[in-house]
């Protein structure tokens, strides 16, 4: 995208430059804006009158005003630095968890992931270490070995996808292609494929369903009108509701 650089009201170009598809927010106080995400971080402070990355933080939250650089740091808390770089740093108490989005354990009973509508993360229980902290998830898996994989929740522009946790670098990394986001029903997840050519969602759909851990395709069924809504039920099982005029979902 190009992004523009005006005085405002008056709106005189001072400045463009390039920057990838992201989100992108003001700062309480100063010359910046915060941008993200990066390869390689989870957000950047920009300055657009130099058209330059000014500083990249591992995690999303910084913000600046008065000469002074808020971020959150991996442990969860907050740091604050100063114009002649001193450092505070401060620990936020633990509250508890609320409106859980998306857990799961390993099938050993191992490994843990947990997200509420701001975070996710995963821990191993054997050595009660946190193993990652992630974007928050509404649907997660976990392999015996750890292996996490979560369709994270969209912000803004940038897609939700596949991630899994890079056990080097505690990070999550995205998967290596772009997938519909799935409902997740115990082991298997659900995608709808539109059937009709405008390409839409309101009707007219095969539904598949593939296995969490392998992804190998367990079954389809196409629905012609509306779109069944998914209500979870118990384990694998669930409960489709659809419309009256709607026919039965016929075999593929």
Not at 53 to 58: K, M, N
Not at 71 to 98: A, C, F, W
């Amino acid at each position: 995208y190009t992004m523009c650089y005006t005085t405002f009201p008056g709106g005189q170009n001072l400045k463009k430059f390039q920057l990838p598809p992201g989100w992108l927010q003001s700062v309480a106080g100063g010359p910046y804006l915060l941008y993200g995400p990066l390869a390689n971080a989870g957000s950047a402070l920009i300055e657009p009158g130099a058209a330059k990355v000014d500083d990249e933080f591992e995690e999303e939250t910084a913000d600046f005003r008065g000469g002074e650089l808020a971020v959150e740091n991996p442990k969860g808390g907050i740091e604050v630095e100063d114009s002649k770089s001193n450092v505070q740093s401060m620990t936020l108490p633990v509250t508890p968890l609320t409106s859980i989005e998306a857990s799961a354990f390993s099938p050993n009973g191992r490994y843990l992931a947990v997200s509420d509508r701001a975070r996710g993360a995963e821990w191993d229980l054997t050595t009660d270490q946190r193993m990652a902290v992630t974007p928050p998830f509404r649907s997660v898996t976990i392999d015996d070995k750890g292996k996490l994989q979560a369709a994270l929740i969209p912000h803004e522009l940038n897609p939700s996808g596949y991630p899994a946790i890079d056990k080097l670098m505690h990070k999550y990394v995205p998967g290596q292609s772009p997938l519909e986001d799935p409902w997740q029903l115990g082991t298997a997840r659900v995608r709808f494929k539109p059937l009709s050519y405008q390409g839409g969602f309101s009707g007219d759909v095969r539904m598949d369903a593939y296995d969490a851990q392998s992804e190998a395709h367990l079954w389809s069924r196409t629905f012609i009108g509306w779109v069944p809504q998914i209500v979870d039920a118990d384990g694998d099982k669930s409960v489709l509701t659809t419309g009256a005029r709607i026919g039965a979902g016929g075999e593929s």
